[in-house]
């Protein structure tokens, strides 16, 4: 990643115990490998119990801060218009629906939900349209007033996971592609447990150390991008952490996430501009939805992700 090296991060202590399952038999895996959204050289390891692959040691909240703060800031209007484009494109809109929204529905039809790390609003969109009482919560001071002003979701607020409630809150609460980026994801799922109402459900997906393509390219995936996304869960690791954080019940749904594999398989290709520009013609939207159509139907066992999962964990 240009312009920054690992030496611009303070680091935690080394954990000793997985952030998942809690075992102790951890051992060294591959160091993070340099590409336009990660930076070399970070130190990653490998639970033995339950699989899951982590940073370690982390890098500290204050350095992850001003991560965000220089490589994000500039360019928040990009990831406002992108974030946008998911509820007022019809094709990306009925893709998002089918892969997110869908899901949830099929366990959750109304009550109040909370969308924490909401972008400019376009689940919350969606979920509001579809009968739910919704709130938002994002830190990105661009994508609440976009969320507020072209979405008209005026209970999007600014704010990270010191915003969410202590008391029990909330019917539903949703976290997309998020988890893997929180420094200390233990702590934070205990957080959310505290926000939910008895029988309250979370939903929360996440690249899978599972899945197909992690299983393919490892460290070279182009999902394996550290420091935005710290820990690499697998299905046995999740379960076992929102059971230490007092989650009763979890089951899974399959995400493929077609643009993740394109964009890995188009980098090392060196045609990066020319997707980057495809991306943007209206015929790549059906492309896309076909290619997740496929990439889901991939499986070595019958029950294997293509990339991401959908964890449905839920209190009582």
Known sequence: MQGISIDAFSFADIAGNCLACGSDALQSWDDTVEHELAVGGF?????????????????????????????????????????????????????????YLAPLLARKQSGRLLDFGCGAGWFAAMARDEGFE???????????????????????????????????TYDVIVCNNLIEHVTDPL?????????????GLW????????????????????YFMTPYHLTHF????????????GFQNTEYDLQSEAFYW????????????AYARWRNDPDFVSFDIALD????????DGDQPALNEICFAKLG
Do not use: W
């Open 43 to 99: 130190r990653n390891s490998k639970c033995l119990g339950c699989g899951t692959v982590f940073t370690n040691p982390r890098p500290d909240r204050k350095s992850l801060s001003g991560f965000y703060e220089t490589f994000e800031g500039h360019d928040d209007q990009a990831f406002v218009k992108a974030s946008l484009r998911y509820y007022s494109d019809p094709g990306r809109r009925a893709a998002r629906h089918k892969d």
């Open 134 to 168: 919704v709130d938002g919560i994002e830190q990105m001071p661009a994508a609440v007033e976009a969320a507020q002003k072209e979405l008209g979701l005026s209970t999007v607020r600014q704010g990270d996971e010191d915003a969410l409630p202590e008391t029990p």
């Open 187 to 199: 702590d934070f799922a205990r957080k959310v447990r505290a926000s939910l109402k008895p029988g």
């Open 203 to 222: 939903m929360v997906n996440f690249p899978s150390a599972d899945s197909a393509m992690f299983k393919s390219f490892g460290a070279h995936s182009y």
């Open 234 to 245: 697998t299905r046995s690791g999740f379960s076992a952490m929102m059971a230490r954080a």
């Open 262 to 273: 394109m964009k890995g398989f188009v980098s090392k290709l060196g045609l990066a501009d």
């Open 293 to 300: 159509g496929l990439l889901a139907s991939i499986s070595l």
